[in-house]
């Protein structure tokens, strides 16, 4: 039992839902299978880091390098809040 539940947990709905049927504005992530939010969604992603993936799953089709800027700066706070989390300070290393 436990083995289906990470099961669920990792891998993306095989499913369409009402609101994977539509995009608002482009079609950056309709192209994308499985869509960004689904992955994030299965995989228990947080703001940060799930921000971060959406960026880097459509900077060929978006916003190209810009993207990957943004994906890294995402990162770049995600670091600096787990190490907050652990009490750790990266100057401190």
Do not use: C
């Not at 608002?24 to 299978?33: N, P, Q, R, T, V």
């Not at 459509?58 to 994906?71: C, T």
């Amino acid at each position: 039992m436990g083995n289906q539940q990470s099961e669920q947990n990792s891998s993306p709905p095989t499913f369409a839902s009402k609101a994977d049927l539509k995009q608002i504005s482009g079609d950056h992530y309709k192209k994308l299978d499985p869509e960004p939010w689904n992955v994030i969604t299965a995989w228990g992603l947080g703001y940060l880091d799930g921000t971060a993936l959406k960026y880097i799953a459509r900077w060929r089709d978006k916003g190209g390098i810009e993207d990957i800027r943004k994906a890294i700066h995402f990162l770049e706070k995600f670091i600096e809040v787990e190490e907050a989390k652990n009490g750790q300070n990266r100057a401190a290393r």
